[in-house]
């Protein structure tokens, strides 16, 4: 299952609405995962099965979709959100993740 | 504290060998599938390899088979990745990381939620 993300970066300002989008070349339900990654970092996981908020995330991050579109939302953007995020299918037999979106902050 | 520590990385000629380490602390290691990721510099993540709660089901990419094998000894809690006839191409920062699954009631999810700070392993002549 190949997975692509759009856009591959971004610039936004504080307080925006930052929207990233996720592809499955098949249907994968609702097996999909999102990270964050700051630089020099292990990544974080902010959204399982697609729209689940892990444990201790900011309420501004929240996720969507299902079969083979989702999204991954950061309602207002604050200075520390700026990293790269990884969507990820959960197939536990063969896991891919997506080439990541830069986020940057203008 | 639950806590992954991975080591074992280093610089090794093309077609060595290598034996990486990932330390558990702070839960139930034998309760968990457990997963090697890797970050080649400058690039995205990719997942290496998974292997069930009691070693009985092992999962690799395509581009590791036959040359890596993970395994785990759930009473010293550590995980661990054997990395034979090495590329420069598997030059990458090795992440060991934790699985955890919940049922929803008809479907199993699977995600990584605790992650060591990686150990890294340099592939060069």
Same mark, same amino acid.
Not at chain 1, 73 to 81: C, F, Y
Not at chain 2, 22 to 31: I, K, P, W
């Given at each position: 299952?190949?997975?692509?993300?759009?856009?591959?970066s971004l610039s936004a300002?504080?307080?925006?609405?930052v929207?990233i989008?996720?592809?499955?070349?098949?249907?994968?339900?609702?097996?999909?995962?999102?990270?964050?990654?700051?630089?020099?970092?292990?990544?974080?996981?902010?959204?399982?099965?697609?729209?689940?908020?892990?444990?201790?995330?900011?309420?501004?991050?929240?996720?969507?979709?299902?079969?083979?579109?989702?999204?991954?939302?950061i309602?207002?953007l604050?200075?520390?959100d700026s990293a790269t995020y990884?969507?990820?299918?959960?197939?536990?037999?063969?896991?891919?993740?997506?080439?990541?979106t830069k986020v940057e902050i203008? | 504290?639950?806590?992954?520590?991975?080591?074992?990385?280093?610089?090794?000629?093309?077609?060595?060998?290598?034996?990486?380490?990932?330390?558990?602390?702070?839960?139930?290691?034998?309760?968990?599938?457990?997963?090697?990721?890797?970050?080649?510099?400058?690039?995205?993540?990719?997942?290496?390899?998974?292997?069930?709660?009691?070693?009985?089901?092992?999962?690799?990419?395509?581009?590791?088979?036959?040359?890596?094998?993970? +395994?785990?000894?759930?009473?010293?809690? +550590?995980?661990?990745?054997?990395?034979?006839?090495?590329?420069?191409?598997?030059?990458?920062?090795?992440?060991?990381?934790?699985?955890?699954?919940?049922?929803?009631?008809?479907?199993?999810?699977?995600?990584?939620?605790?992650?060591?700070?990686?150990?890294?392993?340099?592939? +060069? +002549?």
């Amino acid at each position: 299952i190949q997975m692509t993300q759009s856009p591959s970066s971004l610039s936004a300002s504080v307080g925006d609405r930052v929207t990233i989008t996720c592809r499955a070349s098949q249907i994968i339900s609702k097996d999909l995962n999102w990270y964050q990654q700051k630089p020099g970092k292990a990544p974080n996981l902010l959204i399982y099965a697609a729209a689940k908020l892990q444990s201790g995330v900011p309420l501004r991050f929240s996720g969507s979709g299902s079969g083979t579109e989702f999204t991954l939302i950061i309602s207002s953007l604050e200075p520390g959100d700026s990293a790269t995020y990884y969507c990820q299918q959960n197939n536990i037999t063969h896991q891919t993740f997506g080439p990541g979106t830069k986020v940057e902050i203008k | 504290e639950v806590q992954l520590v991975e080591s074992g990385g280093g610089l090794v000629q093309p077609g060595g060998s290598l034996r990486l380490s990932c330390a558990a602390s702070g839960f139930s290691f034998r309760n968990y599938w457990m997963t090697w990721v890797r970050q080649a510099p400058g690039k995205g993540l990719e997942w290496v390899a998974n292997i069930k709660e009691d070693g009985s089901e092992k999962y690799f990419v395509d581009s590791v088979k036959g040359r890596f094998a993970i +395994s785990r000894d759930n009473v010293k809690k +550590s995980l661990y990745l054997q990395m034979d006839s090495l590329r420069v191409e598997d030059t990458a920062v090795y992440y060991c990381a934790r699985v955890f699954d919940f049922w929803s009631g008809d479907h199993y999810y699977y995600y990584m939620d605790v992650w060591g700070k990686g150990t890294t392993v340099t592939v +060069s +002549s």
